[in-house]
């Protein structure tokens, strides 16, 4: 029934919630699961920059607006917020796929940009993909509405049926 899950994660508590789901799923179906990590396209217009300080954390900063040459920011050695956050999440992705490839399931990952939602389901169509599993906030009312959710687009716009799980604290 399920030959493939998709199992988008952002690392969140939240969508941990639902790996067990996952894990359990893969193995009574001998199915693959996709992990997928999506970097959010709206933070491609940001003018926000990161580097590290001497003891390598990330700082952020602000990129001038002045033309020509770099006429502020914060350093000639600043990085691109997609680039680390792509960088980020192949690292999350595959340190995933590696715990679970350890455990006998089998895996594939993938980092793409864009709209999550609209990535997730293309991915869903595009790798045949029977189950997407997807974590959840729990929020109701105003939160849910001034927020938003990415599963709850995917719910309304998937083709393939989507499993969820609550983070019960």
Request: proline residues 2%.
């Amino acid at each position: 029934m399920y030959d493939n899950i998709l199992y988008p994660t952002d690392g969140s508590q939240e969508s941990e919630a639902v790996l067990a789901h996952v894990r359990d799923l893969a193995e009574t179906y001998d199915a693959r699961v996709h992990i997928l990590f999506v970097v959010d396209s709206k933070h491609s217009d940001s003018s926000m920059t990161l580097q590290r300080d001497e003891e390598g954390k990330w700082e952020t900063g602000m990129v001038s607006r002045g033309k020509g040459e770099d006429k502020g920011g914060m350093s000639s050695d600043k990085v691109d917020v997609l680039e680390v956050l792509k960088r980020e999440g192949e690292m999350l992705t595959q340190e995933i796929s590696t715990e679970l490839h350890e455990e006998g399931y089998k895996t594939a990952t993938a980092c793409k940009k864009g709209k999550p939602h609209q990535v997730i389901n293309t991915y869903a169509e595009d790798n045949e993909i029977d189950l997407i599993a997807m974590g959840t906030h729990g929020r109701s009312g105003v939160s849910r509405q001034l927020i938003g959710s990415v599963t709850e687009k995917v719910i309304r716009t998937a083709q393939t049926p989507v499993l969820t799980a609550r983070l019960v604290e």
